[in-house]
């Protein structure tokens, strides 16, 4: 089973075991990561689970579709290797996945 790591934007880290064809949005509320909102339950139709990709990670993650890229305008701080994490799904390539979490949603 992939493992994700989440860091809060004080550092602190939070792990998650994912199962498979789940998403990193999910597995963070599953370990109750503070900061991810999920307001829209994983629809892409809000940007409050956004999210910043690991370097060493944003190719295996691939890059945001454009109604994701659309979303991303509503939330704060985005960045190069920035996407929603309902739109992230686990495979056993995510293993070891590294994702920030901004100081606040949009």
């Known amino acids: 089973m992939p ?13 998650a075991d994912a199962a498979v064809g789940s998403t990193v949005m999910e597995n963070a509320l599953k370990a109750m990561v503070p900061g991810i909102e999920a307001e829209c339950g994983g629809a892409c139709a809000c940007a409050t689970c956004h999210v910043y990709v690991d370097d060493d990670w944003t190719e295996r993650t691939g890059e945001p579709s454009a109604m994701e890229e659309d979303m991303l305008d ?33």
């Open 74 to 106: 509503f939330a704060y701080d985005v960045r190069p290797n920035s996407r929603l994490s309902c739109q992230i799904r686990v495979t056993d390539e995510l293993d070891g996945l590294v994702v920030r979490v901004p100081e606040r949603q949009a």
């Open 3 to 15: 493992k994700i790591t989440y860091y809060d934007p004080d550092g602190t880290k939070y792990e």
